[in-house]
């Protein structure tokens, strides 16, 4: 699996991205959000992304695409929804599969003298990676080093050799993922075609052979390269019967892959804009009532991210009721004092 060698995980910090994805969502008093949505890069790229913009509720958006140059085009749509359940909506009507899904949660807490905003958006990529514990490979914390080591100048406190001894894990949790998820589909299309005695078994004599032979080699390429390999230890007649009957489940591995791909060689800026004070956020970039997050791509695909935010704002009869009760409070001291001087 030549491209997914750690070397290729962090092509997006090497070269130009596939595409600069960004996004605003302002939260309103009211409770409406206006969504804005930027792509630039190749219009190829930017009519096949997986990241959620819209595609069955186009009505509700003003799109425009234009030509930056020979190369880069920029495409924006822009929706107003009246409320984060209708918002939801159309995250849910617009996520590819696979794709990049996004949930989003407003919490309007009415007080008598101020209203706070709690908004929390997650993003993540829709791929089958994180259910496979990482844990035997490299802990959380290890590849949070190796991450900031890598993304950030002069970042995190790894010398050579260590961050060498992670990329190489990391390099080998990667392949297990896709091992898994090709022997699953294996295995799914030898049950439909009642060979899965067949499979198993060559799985259990030739499992390390077997492993090394397709990970030394793209096998979720689309030209099916995977099954001159297996010749080697099944039928061909075999083979083919185990293709045809899931055949849906191969396009369906293809494209994950693919997708993570894209994925990586993404470069994402998220930003978040709540009315009034900002109280309380995640966000590591605040101006004014704009808070941005630029994460490292790779973290889409191991978790995801959460852009969490908090504001307060005044309401105008709270400063009425201040300002009466500070002249009331002066009134009452004005008179003492000059109660005091005429005694």
């Not at 749509?77 to 409320?83: C, D, L």
């Not at 605040?286 to 997050?293: A, E, F, L, S, T």
Request: proline share 3%.
């Amino acid at each position: 699996m030549k491209f997914l060698k750690t070397l290729v995980v962090f092509i997006p910090f090497m070269m130009i991205s596939c595409l600069e994805v960004e996004t605003t969502s302002k939260v309103n008093r009211d409770g409406s959000i206006e969504r804005n949505i930027r792509l630039k890069g190749s219009a190829e790229n930017i009519k096949k992304t997986k990241f959620n913009i819209p595609r069955q509720d186009l009505a509700l958006w003003r799109i425009t695409q234009d030509s930056l140059d020979e190369e880069n085009d920029q495409y924006q749509a822009i929706a107003r929804f009246e409320s984060v359940e209708d918002l939801n909506q159309s995250f849910k009507r617009n996520t590819s599969d696979p794709g990049v899904e996004i949930i989003s949660s407003l919490v309007l807490d009415e007080g008598f003298f101020f209203n706070r905003y709690y908004y929390q958006e997650n993003i993540w990529a829709d791929l089958p990676g994180p259910d496979l514990p990482m844990d035997t490979y490299l802990s959380q914390a290890e590849l949070e080093a190796l991450i900031v080591s890598e993304t950030e100048p002069g970042g995190g406190a790894l010398d050579t050799l260590e961050a060498a001894r992670l990329e190489h894990q990391l390099d080998l949790y990667i392949e297990d993922v896709i091992y898994k998820d090709f022997v699953a589909q294996l295995r799914e299309g030898g049950k439909r075609a009642g060979t899965l005695e067949i499979i198993d078994e060559m799985f259990k004599e030739h499992s390390d052979s077997l492993s090394l032979a397709l990970n030394s080699t793209d096998y979720s390429d689309e030209n099916l390269v995977w099954m001159p390999i297996l010749e080697k230890y099944l039928d061909v007649t075999v083979i083919d019967k185990i293709q045809q009957a899931n055949a849906e489940g191969f396009t369906e591995f293809y494209a994950s892959w693919k997708f993570f791909e894209e994925v990586l060689l993404n470069d994402y800026q998220f930003s978040v804009e709540l009315p009034g004070v900002i109280r309380n956020t995640s966000a590591l970039d605040v101006r004014g009532n704009r808070m941005n997050w630029e994460p490292s791509t790779i973290r889409l695909f191991f978790g995801g991210i959460s852009l969490e935010a908090e504001s307060s704002v005044v309401k105008p009869w709270s400063l009425i009721i201040t300002g009466l009760l500070l002249l009331l409070t002066l009134a009452v001291t004005v008179a003492g004092y000059l109660r005091q001087r005429s005694q």
